[in-house]
């Protein structure tokens, strides 16, 4: 099954956005600083499992908060979960909206996107 597969060959990385950057979702989870060509990633590397598969939460505004969204480097975070083999990212972001139809809690998967 694809459940069982991902138990054994998966490594997801999670880069975290506000309210996803809570090591506590991790169990027997430690902590890895690194490195990378591009200098380094936001914030240490925070290593466990979620329900037996394993996982890297890199927090991306820093623990705390300390990183402005322009101040980012997405190229060492990035890498630095390459190296530490993932084979999944997944990234979070939250920001409201103008749309009064969105409501605070609703999930809005995007369908245009800048990259600057």
């Not at 999670?14 to 809570?22: A, H, K, Q, V, W």
């Not at 394993?54 to 505004?61: F, N």
């Not at 990035?78 to 979070?92: D, P």
Request: include cysteine.
């Amino acid at each position: 099954s694809s459940k069982l597969t991902c138990t054994f060959l998966c490594k997801v990385g999670i880069i975290g956005g506000t309210g996803l950057d809570d090591p506590d979702i991790l169990e027997g989870r430690t902590e890895k600083y690194v490195d990378t060509p591009y200098g380094k990633p936001s914030d240490a590397l925070i290593l466990g499992k979620i329900k037996n598969v394993d996982c890297v939460l890199l927090a991306r505004h820093g623990r705390h908060h300390t990183i402005m969204p322009s101040n980012v480097n997405y190229r060492a975070n990035i890498w630095a979960l390459k190296e530490e083999n993932c084979s999944h990212v997944l990234v979070t972001t939250a920001c409201g909206s103008l749309r009064e139809e969105i409501q605070p809690g609703d999930l809005v998967i995007i369908d245009q996107f800048i990259d600057r």
